[in-house]
């Protein structure tokens, strides 16, 4: 299952049912899990670790070094969970500070030509279009949608469940089930939250909470000031509130207010 084209470094750790494609290289401290299957022209560097059951297409770049000036050869990683998905020629790099990772969860899709930035955090079930860029520290919620060619600036957070369109230059952070346009937000993602289980009264409070933080001309402290005295019995509402609260950015809002 190994081609003889195939360079592997001697600590590299396969599991069982393992399959690399011709002219790959594999060097370092790698470890792959069982059933994983890498194609041809892909490089993984050292120290990364690659969970059961992925998929990583031809010409990958998995491991490389951050593209960061502060780097000086310190041991990080990369982390990437089960049943991935890495399409042709996706560059994810390892963590830029010593000791410090890249982590991608299980079941994330990273389609062709995306980029994964150094110390970045995406949780299980994200899908990365084609061309999606995200600059370092940016962390991505679990079962979040990023179209092509959307960008990240450093160290945004991206809620769960949001869905961003194409194309966008995103620097602000976006709230738990946002869907973000041009203009900002336009409201929930409703496909997603019915997808992902989200009862009709749960998904009827999100949107009367995405109501006041972008389209009621309240303020941020406003805002979270009207969620509260709502006092809803929403455990998705106290996450979009605290989501709001603890954010370093601000978090985007939308131009079609009142």
């Known amino acids: 299952m190994i081609h003889d084209t195939v360079i592997l470094d ?3 750790q396969l599991g069982t049912d393992v399959s690399i494609a011709p002219y790959t290289v594999v060097d370092g401290d790698v470890t792959i899990g069982d059933g994983c ?11 990364t670790q690659i969970g059961s059951g992925s998929r990583i297409h031809a010409g990958a770049v998995v491991g490389g070094e951050p593209q960061d000036f502060s780097y000086n050869g310190e041991v990080t990683y990369t982390r990437i969970g089960a049943n991935c998905h890495i399409r042709e020629y996706a560059t994810i790099h390892r963590g830029a500070i010593e000791e410090s990772s890249t982590t991608i969860g299980d079941d994330v899709m990273i389609m062709a030509f995306a980029h994964v930035g150094h110390n970045c955090i995406i949780a299980d ?4 279009v084609n061309g999606v860029e995200l600059a370092g520290h940016v962390e991505i919620g679990r079962r979040t949608f990023i179209s092509s060619g959307t960008k990240i600036h450093q160290f945004v957070r991206i809620g769960a469940i949001a869905m961003l369109d194409g194309d966008l230059h995103i620097r602000q952070d976006v709230a738990p089930y946002c869907m973000i346009v ?41 805002a979270l000031a009207q969620i509260d005295d709502d006092d809803v019995d929403s455990a998705a509402v106290s996450a979009f509130a605290e989501f709001i609260r603890s954010s ?3 978090v985007m809002r939308s131009r079609r207010t009142k």
């Open 37 to 47: 299957r890498i194609g041809p022209h892909c490089h993984i560097s050292a120290h």
């Open 125 to 128: 079930g994200v899908v990365l």
């Open 182 to 222: 041009e203009d900002g937000v336009v409201g929930p993602n409703t496909v997603g939250l019915r997808r992902d289980g989200m009862s009709a009264e749960d998904r009827s409070a999100v949107k009367t909470a995405i109501r006041y933080l972008a389209f009621e001309g309240l303020t941020q402290a406003e």
């Open 10 to 12: 001697s600590r590299v």
């Open 248 to 250: 370093k950015r601000g």
